[in-house]
C-alpha cells in the first residue's frame, strides 16, 4: 500500500505539465514528421487524401474542394496525427475499396496518375525516407539556432574533480586550477580542453595556461591513452587529462567509496561521510567502467563546499539524491559563431546517432541493465522536467524527442518508415517487389513487437518510479 501511496505522492499536482506538455510535444515533432512525407509525396504528384493534425474525433475540417487536393483535420486529442495518401496498392492489380458499393474496384487511369502505389520504386523510396529526413533538418535548425544565439550549455574552466595518477595530477595540477588557455589560445570552456585531447590518439603533449590563486601558471603534458568498458557495455578508446568540471554527482549509482571507507549503494553512509567532511578535499571512489564481470573504480580527489549541499537535511528535496562541488546556479552558455555552431551540431548528431545504436546493441546482448526504450511516463517525467527548466531546456528537449523519433523510425523494423525502406530497396535492387503476403507477414509481426515493446517500456517505467520512491 506504501508503494501505491508513493507512486502518486506529489503527481497530481505536476499532471498538466508532465503529461499535456508531452502532447505538446510528441504532436509537433511528429506533426512535422508527417509533413515531411506530404511535401515529398505532393512534389511527385501523390495525392495526400488527409492530413490530420491530432487523432479522434474530427474539431475542424477544411481543404478537399478538388478531387486532388488535400483534406484536413483537426481532431480531439492532439498526440501526433497522421496522413493518409491515395493508391497504397499493388501495381499489377491496383485497386482501392469502393466505400458506396462496399467493393474493391480498379483504378481509373486518372487515378493512376496519382496512386501511391503506381509511382516508381525510388519515389516511393524517398516519400517514405522525407519523414525521418525532415525530423534530423528539424534538430539540426533548432540546436543550430540555440548555439549561435543563446549559446551551448558549457563546463567553467575550473577543475573541481581531478583524477589521481592522471597526467594533470602528476603534473602538479591542483583543485581549484583554472585553465584560461591550451597552446596560447583563450579557453573559453572545459569542453574545448575535452575536444582537444578526448579524440586526440596517440595523445600528444599540450601546454597549459593556469590561474592559480591570481598567479599564471603553464603545464606541459599529454593525456592519457585509455581503454574500457563501461557499465552500459559501451567500448571506450580515448585521451585522459584528469582535469574535469563535473559539478553534480548521483549520491547512489556512482560513489562507490570515501577516502578509502567502502559506501557502495549507502547513499545514507555517503550523506553522513560527506556532511562530516564538507568544505575538505577528499578521495572519491567512482565506478564507471567493467573488467571482466566486476566494476572498476576511479579515484579522484574532490571538495564538497557546505553551501551548496544544504539540501542533505531535507528527504524530500529535489536534489536529495545528488551532491555538488560546485554551484548548481551556475550556468555557462558560450554563444558560437555560425560556421561552429553548425560543425558542433553535425558532430553532436553523428555521436548522438553512433551512441543510440551502441546502446541498443548493448541492450540485445545483455550488457546493459538501463531501460533503453523510455514509456509513457519516462518521457512526461522528461518533458516535464525540461519545462519546468525553462525555455532554453524544453526547446533543446523538442530538438531531441525530433532526433530520436528519427533514429527510431530508420530502424529495419516492418510497420516502421525503416521497414518500409527496407522493402523499397529491396525492389529498387530486384526490379520486383516483395510479395504483398510476406509484407503483410512482417507489418503485423513488427506491430505486435512494437506493442510488446511499448508494452514492456511503459511497465519498466512504473517499476523504476516504484523503485526511485521506495529507496529514497
Avoid at 595523445?203 to 557499465?231: C, G, N, Q, S
Avoid at 575538505?280 to 573488467?291: C, H, P, Q
Wanted: aromatic content about 12%; charged content about 25%; hydrophobic content about 45%.
Amino acid at each position: 500500500m506504501e508503494v501505491i501511496t508513493a507512486l502518486f505522492a506529489g503527481t497530481l499536482e505536476h499532471i498538466f505539465i508532465f503529461v499535456f506538455m508531452l502532447f505538446i510535444t510528441l504532436f509537433i515533432v511528429i506533426t512535422v514528421h508527417e509533413w515531411g512525407h506530404y511535401i515529398v509525396a505532393r512534389y511527385f504528384g501523390v495525392r495526400v487524401e488527409e492530413f490530420s493534425f491530432g487523432f479522434g474525433k474530427a474539431l475542424y475540417t477544411f481543404g478537399g474542394k478538388k478531387e486532388t487536393d488535400t483534406r484536413y483535420f483537426i481532431r480531439a486529442f492532439p498526440i501526433a496525427g497522421y496522413i493518409k495518401l491515395f493508391g497504397d496498392v499493388d501495381p499489377k492489380n491496383p485497386q482501392v475499396w469502393d466505400a458506396e458499393k462496399e467493393k474493391p474496384r480498379p483504378l481509373t487511369e486518372k487515378e493512376k496518375d496519382y496512386a501511391y502505389g503506381m509511382k516508381p520504386a525510388w519515389q516511393r523510396f524517398l516519400i517514405v525516407a522525407a519523414g525521418p529526413l525532415i525530423n534530423i533538418i528539424l534538430t539540426f535548425l533548432i540546436v543550430i539556432s540555440v548555439y549561435s544565439t543563446v549559446g551551448q550549455r558549457s563546463s567553467p574552466i575550473v577543475i573541481d574533480t581531478l583524477a589521481v595518477e592522471s597526467p594533470a595530477y602528476e603534473a602538479g595540477i591542483k583543485l581549484g586550477d583554472k585553465i584560461i588557455a591550451m597552446d596560447g589560445k583563450d579557453n573559453r570552456r572545459m569542453e574545448d580542453v575535452y575536444d582537444s585531447t578526448w579524440y586526440d590518439l596517440p595523445p600528444e603533449p599540450h601546454t597549459y595556461t593556469v590561474m592559480r590563486d591570481d598567479k599564471i601558471l603553464e603545464f606541459t603534458f599529454a593525456a592519457l591513452e585509455r581503454r574500457y568498458e563501461t557499465k552500459k557495455g559501451i567500448k571506450m578508446h580515448h585521451g585522459q587529462t584528469g582535469m574535469c568540471h563535473v559539478g553534480v554527482i548521483n549520491i547512489k549509482r556512482a560513489i562507490s567509496s570515501i577516502n578509502g571507507i567502502s559506501v557502495k549503494d549507502q547513499p545514507d553512509k555517503t550523506r553522513e561521510l560527506i556532511r562530516e567532511n564538507f568544505d575538505k578535499e577528499l578521495l572519491i571512489g567512482l565506478t564507471s567502467y567493467v573488467v571482466g564481470d566486476e566494476e572498476g573504480e576511479d579515484f579522484f580527489l574532490m571538495i564538497f563546499p557546505a553551501r551548496f549541499n544544504e539540501h542533505f537535511d531535507y528527504p524530500e528535496h529535489k536534489h536529495y539524491k545528488y551532491t555538488f562541488v560546485s554551484d548548481p546556479k551556475e550556468k555557462l552558455f558560450v554563444r558560437l559563431p555560425l560556421f561552429e555552431a553548425i560543425k558542433r551540431t553535425g558532430f553532436s548528431l553523428k555521436r548522438g546517432v553512433v551512441s543510440s545504436y551502441v546502446l541498443i546493441h548493448a541492450a540485445f546482448k545483455g550488457k546493459n541493465d538501463d531501460q533503453v526504450v523510455a514509456g509513457f511516463g519516462k518521457m512526461s517525467q522528461t518533458v516535464g522536467k525540461a519545462v519546468k527548466a525553462g525555455p532554453y531546456d524544453y526547446i533543446m528537449i523538442i530538438a531531441s524527442f525530433s532526433f530520436m523519433l528519427a533514429i527510431i523510425n530508420i530502424l529495419p523494423i516492418p510497420a516502421l518508415d525503416g521497414g518500409y525502406l527496407v522493402f523499397l530497396l529491396y525492389e529498387i535492387v530486384m526490379g520486383k517487389a516483395i510479395s504483398s503476403r510476406i509484407q503483410t507477414i512482417a507489418i503485423i509481426t513488427g506491430l505486435i513487437m512494437l506493442l510488446g515493446i511499448m508494452i514492456f517500456a511503459n511497465i519498466s517505467d512504473l517499476l523504476a518510479y516504484a523503485s526511485d520512491k521506495s529507496s529514497d
